[in-house]
């Protein structure tokens, strides 16, 4: 079955601490995005990525960063610069044809401080 | 920047019943799509309309679009305790690479 992976479902991070999330697609998708989803906030997007080695800020990069090696994989670190990362965190793909086409998303990680 | 904003914020109705959910946005669309997340899952593409066109019907689901009035909605016909879910609307403005704008969603729960 064909899908993004997100892992791990839930992640508690120590103060100071840097913390990497994963994200896998076997959708042979071009673009990879990260998003934040807070209680009534909807998504906002951290960062994202159309192409492998290349990655661009999304609204809310600071405190966040990623990496592009492979095309199956956008990985996002939650830095200690972060002050507020509890949330819920989205990775979605899209294939070609454009930015603007629907989004596959994972089922998430949910990040929580100690 | 969030462009589409959903309302009602929140909705709860009889099985059975239909659903509208509306949303409105800022500048410019080349297409308006809406998602569903189901509590603690990722989003779920419904469907996805593109700016010439006014209407669109996918199974239970019905979309508008008034691009004059920059505004788009969302009934489910018959609505099921599995329908319980949010509900989100997202614009490609065709602007920039970075995608879709996702609004902030209508939480519906209906009841059984």
């Known amino acids: 079955d064909g899908g993004i992976t997100q892992s791990p479902k839930y992640l508690f991070r120590k103060e100071g601490q840097n913390v990497t999330l994963s994200c896998e697609q076997n959708?042979?998708?071009?673009?990879m995005y990260w998003y934040r989803q807070d209680p009534g906030q909807g998504l906002r997007l951290i960062y994202y990525?159309?192409?492998?080695?290349?990655?661009q800020k999304g609204d809310i990069a600071e405190g966040y960063s990623v990496s592009r090696e492979k095309k199956e994989s956008f990985p996002l670190t939650v830095t200690s610069a972060q002050k507020n990362p509890t949330a819920f965190y989205l990775c979605?793909?899209?294939?070609?044809?454009?930015?603007?086409?629907?989004?596959?998303f994972g089922d998430g990680t949910r990040l929580s401080i100690l | 920047s969030q462009q589409g904003e959903e309302d009602p914020q929140a909705l709860s109705i009889q099985e059975g019943e239909n659903a509208t959910m509306n949303c409105s946005y800022k500048?410019?669309?080349?297409?308006l799509q809406w998602y569903r997340q189901n509590s603690g899952r990722g989003l779920v593409h419904l469907i996805l309309?593109?700016?010439?066109?006014r209407e669109k019907h996918s199974g239970r689901l019905r979309v508008t679009l008034d691009t004059s009035k920059k505004s788009s909605s969302l009934l489910i016909t018959a609505s099921r305790a599995a329908d319980t879910a949010s509900y989100f609307c997202?614009?490609?403005?065709?602007?920039?690479?970075?995608?879709?704008?996702f609004g902030k969603g209508t939480h519906l729960i209906i009841q059984p």
């Open positions: 979605a793909s899209s294939g070609t044809g454009g930015p603007g086409q629907p989004q596959h």
């Open positions: 500048t410019s669309i080349n297409n």
């Open positions: 990525s159309q192409i492998v080695n290349d990655f």
């Open positions: 309309i593109r700016s010439n066109e």
């Open positions: 997202a614009t490609d403005d065709g602007g920039g690479a970075d995608g879709l704008t």
């Open positions: 959708l042979n998708h071009d673009a």
